[in-house]
């Protein structure tokens, strides 16, 4: 079945398309890291089920079902992996201080001194990739990247329609905020001398 053709207004279909380009190479040099930052991830673990781990160590406690909405995840998945987490000693469960019925999912301390531990490396890696960037060029590309993820945060609930239907109209202007959401996806060095995936 052939996709007919749609051309977006106020965004030039050139640039679109080169970010798209180096959105998808991005993806993949992601994922290279990720396999390679992997073999320090104990063998019990998934990388996925780690990868909730550091949202606990960057963001605090949190029910299950929250965990599952931020790292954008199915519920079923979330509770596998964190099964596998609570086995390692990594993460534990304890009643909700706001509701003594819920159940509240936190880092314990070997799983935060092991997410610092890789975290560290992964921004150590990082570092020397990009140890010929200007802090000014580097500064430029954080608010950037900032600003891209916020906008496709926004736009998440319309990705199926966009792709289905070409005349959905563009984003708002000024998309709102996510309520505290932090950028960045790993613990922070500034706080942690740290960060990963």
């Given at each position: 079945m052939s996709i007919p053709a749609h051309r977006d207004p106020g965004l030039e279909a050139g640039l679109v398309a080169a970010l798209n380009n180096e959105l998808a190479r991005h993806s993949r040099l992601l994922h290279a890291m990720k396999s390679q930052m992997a073999?320090?991830?104990?063998?019990?673990?998934?990388?996925?089920?780690?990868?909730?781990?550091?949202?606990?160590?960057?963001?605090?406690?949190?029910?299950?079902?929250?965990?599952?909405?931020?790292?954008?995840?199915?519920?079923?998945?979330?509770?596998r992996h964190v099964a596998q987490l609570a086995r390692a000693g990594y993460v534990q469960r304890r009643p909700d201080p706001q509701d003594g019925r819920a159940v509240q999912l936190v880092a314990t301390d070997e799983g935060t001194a092991l997410a610092h531990?890789?975290?560290?490396?992964?921004?150590?890696?990082?570092?020397?990739?990009?140890?010929?960037?200007?802090?000014?060029?580097?500064?430029?590309?954080?608010?950037?990247?900032?600003?891209?993820?916020?906008d496709l945060d926004a736009f998440r609930p319309h990705f199926v329609?966009?792709?289905?239907?070409?005349?959905?109209?563009?984003?708002?202007?000024?998309?709102?905020?996510?309520?505290?959401?932090?950028?960045?996806?790993?613990?922070?060095?500034r706080h942690h001398d740290q960060e990963s995936s």
């Open positions: 073999t320090l991830v104990p063998e019990d673990l998934d990388t996925a089920a780690f990868s909730l781990l550091f949202t606990l160590v960057r963001c605090g406690p949190k029910r299950q079902g929250e965990l599952a909405e931020q790292a954008l995840l199915d519920p079923s998945t979330v509770s531990e890789i975290g560290r490396r992964r921004q150590s890696m990082i570092a020397k990739a990009l140890s010929r960037w200007a802090p000014e060029d580097l500064q430029h590309l954080v608010t950037l990247l900032a600003r891209l993820n916020d329609r966009a792709l289905v239907d070409p005349a959905l109209p563009d984003a708002p202007a000024e998309p709102p905020a996510a309520p505290g959401r932090p950028h960045n996806d790993f613990p922070d060095q």
